[in-house]
C-alpha cells in the first residue's frame, strides 16, 4: 500500500535537534533522511527513529531537499528542516487534513521562530508561513514536486491551490548568537550569489554606500519599530540588530566578488 504522508529531511550533524524533529513526525507512514556527512550522532539518531537513510554529498539547498523528495514514495510529502518540529496541534491538524479529502494542493504551516530561546512574535517573524506540505504529484505541479534551484530561499514553485494551517511548525533556529551569526555569514554569501545572478550590484560608490549603510538601518526602523520588534524585549533588539547587517553583508560580498570585473 503506497504510504499516505512522507516526511524528508536533510541532515549534517544535526544530533542537537534531530530526535526532536523525528519525534514529531512519528505520525507520518515513511521518514526520508538525507545526509551530506554527519561526523556526530545523526544517522545513529535518524536510525532509532526507524527513518529511510540515504547519503548524498552535499549539492546546494534546493537540489540537496529535492534528492530527498525523489526518494519519497508517499501521495503527500512534508518537507522539514532539520532544526523544525510540529506541535502537537499542528499533526493533528495534518492528520485530519490528510484523512479526509483535501481542498487544496498544498499547504503553507505557519512558523514560530525562537531565538535565543525566545519566541519572536513581531518585527515580521511571526507567523512566517512557509509551503512546506503539498502533493507529491498534481495537475498543476511538473511531477514530482520540486524545489526551485536557486542558491538560498529556495521555495516550491506552486499553481494550484493553497492553503493556510491553523496551527505552529516551531523553528528552533538559533539558540546562542553565535549560532545566529554563523547562519548570517552563511546565508549572506549565498545571497551575495543571488544579487550577482541578477546584475543588482553596486557599480558605485553611491550604490555601495546605500546598500552596505543605508539600507540596513531602513531595515532596522522598519522592523523594529514599524514593525513592533521592540515588544520582544532584548532578544528582539539583538535579532533585528544583526539580522540587519545581512543586507549590509550580502551586498558587501557581492561587491567584492565582482569589484575586479
Known amino acids: 500500500m503506497t504510504p499516505k504522508l512522507s516526511v524528508a529531511i536533510i541532515t549534517l550533524n544535526e544530533e542537537a535537534n534531530l530526535a526532536r524533529t523525528l519525534a514529531s513526525v512519528q505520525f507520518a507512514d515513511e521518514i526520508i533522511v538525507v545526509d551530506s556527512g554527519s561526523t556526530d550522532r545523526t544517522l545513529e539518531i535518524a536510525a532509532s527513529y526507524k527513518a529511510k537513510l540515504f547519503l548524498e554529498p552535499w549539492q546546494g539547498f534546493a537540489r540537496q531537499k529535492n534528492f530527498a523528495i525523489e526518494r519519497?514514495?508517499?501521495?503527500?510529502?512534508?518537507?522539514?528542516?532539520?532544526?523544525?518540529?510540529?506541535?502537537?496541534?499542528?499533526?493533528?491538524?495534518?492528520?485530519?487534513?490528510?484523512?479526509?479529502?483535501?481542498?487544496?494542493?498544498?499547504?503553507?504551516?505557519?512558523?514560530?521562530?525562537?531565538?535565543?530561546?525566545?519566541?519572536?512574535?513581531?518585527?515580521?517573524?511571526?507567523?512566517?508561513?512557509?509551503?512546506?506540505?503539498?502533493?507529491?504529484?498534481?495537475?498543476?505541479?511538473?511531477?514530482?514536486?520540486?524545489?526551485?534551484?536557486?542558491?538560498?530561499?529556495?521555495?516550491?514553485?506552486?499553481?494550484?491551490?493553497?492553503?493556510?494551517?491553523?496551527?505552529?511548525?516551531?523553528?528552533?533556529?538559533?539558540?546562542?548568537?553565535?549560532?545566529?551569526?554563523?547562519?548570517?555569514?552563511?546565508?549572506?554569501?549565498?545571497?551575495?550569489?543571488?544579487?550577482?545572478?541578477?546584475?543588482?550590484?553596486?557599480?558605485?560608490?553611491?550604490?555601495?554606500?546605500?546598500?552596505?549603510?543605508?539600507r540596513p538601518i531602513l531595515t532596522f526602523l522598519r522592523n523594529y519599530l514599524l514593525r513592533l520588534g521592540f515588544l520582544d524585549g532584548r532578544e528582539g533588539l539583538l535579532l533585528h540588530l544583526y539580522h540587519s547587517t545581512y543586507t549590509s553583508w550580502q551586498h558587501a560580498k557581492a561587491w567584492q566578488t565582482t569589484r575586479n570585473r
Open 72 to 214: 519519497c514514495t508517499g501521495t503527500w510529502i512534508l518537507s522539514l528542516d532539520a532544526d523544525e518540529a510540529l506541535t502537537p496541534e499542528l499533526q493533528a491538524e495534518i492528520g485530519a487534513v490528510l484523512s479526509g479529502d483535501p481542498t487544496a494542493d498544498a499547504y503553507l504551516l505557519r512558523r514560530r521562530n525562537l531565538f535565543l530561546g525566545r519566541w519572536i512574535r513581531h518585527g515580521g517573524f511571526y507567523p512566517d508561513p512557509h509551503l512546506r506540505l503539498f502533493r507529491r504529484h498534481s495537475a498543476n505541479f511538473a511531477p514530482p514536486a520540486r524545489f526551485t534551484n536557486r542558491p538560498v530561499h529556495e521555495t516550491i514553485a506552486l499553481d494550484g491551490v493553497t492553503e493556510t494551517l491553523k496551527h505552529d511548525l516551531v523553528h528552533h533556529a538559533y539558540p546562542t548568537i553565535e549560532s545566529y551569526i554563523e547562519s548570517l555569514n552563511r546565508y549572506s554569501t549565498l545571497g551575495a550569489q543571488t544579487i550577482i545572478d541578477k546584475g543588482h550590484t553596486s557599480s558605485s560608490r553611491l550604490a555601495l554606500l546605500h546598500n552596505v549603510l543605508v
